[in-house]
């Protein structure tokens, strides 16, 4: 049975699109520093000992899946870099704990990460640690994708892991033997002028690809120097935390990561990949912080089971509970006076407890998705092992003042990951909760938010994320006593015995007031609060002891209003009415699919494909005239790998199949393999027509020639998409459309989604959420932005941000349009604002833009604006705005 692919998300697909650009642009222009420029309009940073390499970073922060996109990886850069079927990739892990998991996954037929690999390289991928590598052949190098994963300490010569690395290996003989003398050069010698059959040769000879693990662990000189002695082909970093341009100090040995692309917390959030936002709740006691956050536990317990009931789907909220250290000096609430505090005061069943610190190992082993787990609390103390996720885990809970943000960091981030990537029904099980033993909710909140930023999120976005819930507890601010919630003692009860039983079974934190009458509890009340006070009552006490219960956690635990502003905003989208009703408008209208490519002229494959070149028989390096050494990287590298492995035994049908294979789903997304492969015989034909290059000439140059059909098939398709467009809107059978709020987009501060926020120092008032997304500080696009914030008209407005899965689009004949802003008006009607410069104004791009807004607004009923404007022509928009006045 063939497994379904695990399906990336938007910004993990935007994340290795940004690689595969700026690996092109390497390739076209044989040079990694002036390519990144080109892709990022910032300056790369070489690092020593590794000049002309390729050395870039994708900044995911916590939750963002690092391992499935550095999986992903390897195919990005074998095809649009490496040019080889057959690359050896060296993937760097920051622990020996971190490096097991990682071989487990990628050994695992059925996981995501070995399936990444299987996409491109079927089974022919062999995963393996150093140890194994020792004794690898040379057929398991030629025959496929060659995983080595390992620790950078696995590679420095001081360590005897390491040394064997570089000893001779008589196990690895086979490599070097009938070497071009282009490859010996290449290679560390023996006294006697031999290449040493050791395993650090082996990998200078393949050229590997660096995957890095948490780079920031691995930017020392002593890295740099270990991984320049391996000779890698380039070196791509996954981190949360990169190395800053700020903290760029090359005298130091720190050296800024080239980040590539970075991911928001925002587009974590809005592709359901972590809870947001972290509610801070706190007490300035111990045991009132614990019993608050038990009692929101059980809420959170009640909600999955809601949860489940609704949709199907089973979570288990878990909370990990922050012990002190333990002290000679004095006493501390060290994890287990943490758990007898639980199973004492708070009647936790022992069982539901777990210890995770450096001498309790109590989790190894425990799977906490079993639905049959008992555990619900585990209690650590610094941080849990490395490379522990339990996605369930909803709460944390510190028993002692944080002050510490590295304390704080990694627990926080093991409660960011929301269950199973995939948005809840019930709001609050979207959530992270924390819940702070502190005097100060403001150092707890800017604790909380440093510790955010640790995790790879933006200090901007931090500000926004961490949200103090209301308290309304008189006094606590000046530290005062928690508000007491009092009940009646049930009429015809033994107040006497009612006190003993009660106060017992809730060990103190419900006290009986005799001679008033009442019971009351100075905090909220837990599901082992009520359940122990119902077994020491009679049934009759029962209505009373769930009142008390209700009201403790009704005023102290209220839901959160994590909203701006009660205003609903919804924007009406294009549709096209048919025999099925009303359809959001997409290009599925106005194309015909699957698309008959054969049909189409391959002659212009010659405009982007030139002759092979002969094959080489050695590598090489230059110098200029000044005597210094001169680099040509990229070409180096594709002639060694060329020598490395040689093309032979190609037939052209064989030829057709392996560049039908390589095809990106962006050109083969709605062309059957038919259709793709006999377009491919016919470009060939015609190649061959021309140039006359045979099919071994052809297979050497097999990674060109997907270049050049790749330019061929957008081509062809945008003439054919682009005529298909227009006659779905003017012909006389054009569609049937209408802009109706029975197809609209909602906007919800929840789901959206940005790349940056807005860093400037102007206070948007009117913009319906907390951050404005992807708006620079200056520039026309800004003043656009104030232009909208100062119109009387305006009442909200939104930064609409491009390729986010809850933006405002609209379709033109290749792809979707997402307008620049979109504001609500004080009359109701929705303002839809695209903003470009002159340049840009005219082209046919833009043409497609105006007419689809246009067509978006005619359709709306006086109900939806749209404008295109240019040259800070901002009074255009006011001049609509009044113009077309309900």
Known sequence: MTLPLFALKEYQLHSLASLRRFLEKAVELNDADTAFYAVTKRPFVPVPNLPGLPYVCLRIPTGGGKTILAAHSVSVAADSFLRTDTP????????????????????????PNRRALAERFGENVRVMGVADALYAKRADYDGGAVVIVATIQAFRVEETEGRKVYEANGELMDHFTGLADGLRAQLELTPGGDPVPSLANVLRLNRPMVIVDEAHNARTHLSFNTLGRLKPSLIVEFTAT????DEHR?????????VLHHVSAAELRAADMIKLPVILRGRPEPKETIGDAIAWLDELLALASAEETETGEFVRPVMLVQAEPKSKNKPTLHAEEVKKLLVEDFRVPAEHIALATGDARGIDGVDLFDRDCKIRFIITQQA?????????????????????????????????????????????LNRAYAFATTTSFQNAANTLRDGLVNNGFERIEAQTLVRVAPDTIPGFEDGGSAFVYEEAIPDGTDAEAFKASVESATGGRVEVDVAAGTFRARGALTDYDRQSMLLAMPEAAAKAIDALVHKSRGARLKAVDTTKEAIRFAVPQLAVRSTSGLQLFDRAHFLDIPWKLEESDPAPILDHFAPPTPAVDEAHVDVDKSGQVTVEFVRNLHEQLALALQERGWTKNALINWLDRRLPFSSRRDITRTSSTLFIAKALDTIDAKMGVGIEGLARAKFRLVEALVKVIAAHRDAREAAAFDRALFSQDA???????????VFDENRYGYNQPYRGGTDFKKHLFRVVGDLDTSGEEYECAVHLERSADVKAWVRNTSRQPNSFWLQTSSDKFYPDFVALLNDGRALVVEYK????????????????????ADRSNGHGLFIMIENREFTRIDALIGKEAI
């Open 88 to 111: 050896t990739v060296l993937w760097l892990v920051p622990s020996q704990t971190i490096r097991d998991q990682t071989l487990a996954t990628l050994r695992d037929r059925t996981h």
């Open 242 to 245: 990169p190395v800053t341009p």
């Open 250 to 258: 090359p005298e130091k040995g720190t050296y800024a990561s080239n």
């Open 384 to 428: 849990l092992r490395e490379g522990w996720d339990c996605s369930f885990a909803y709460v944390l809970c510190s028993v002692a003042e944080q002050k510490s943000v590295r304390a704080v960091e990694q627990l926080l981030g093991r409660v960011l990951r929301l269950p199973r990537a995939k948005r809840k029904k019930h709001e609050n």
């Open 735 to 745: 569609l049937e459309f209408q802009t109706s709020s029975d197809v609209e987009l």
């Open 837 to 856: 410069g002159a340049p840009y104004f005219t082209n046919d791009d833009s043409r497609e833009k105006r007419l689809i807004g246009d067509l978006w």
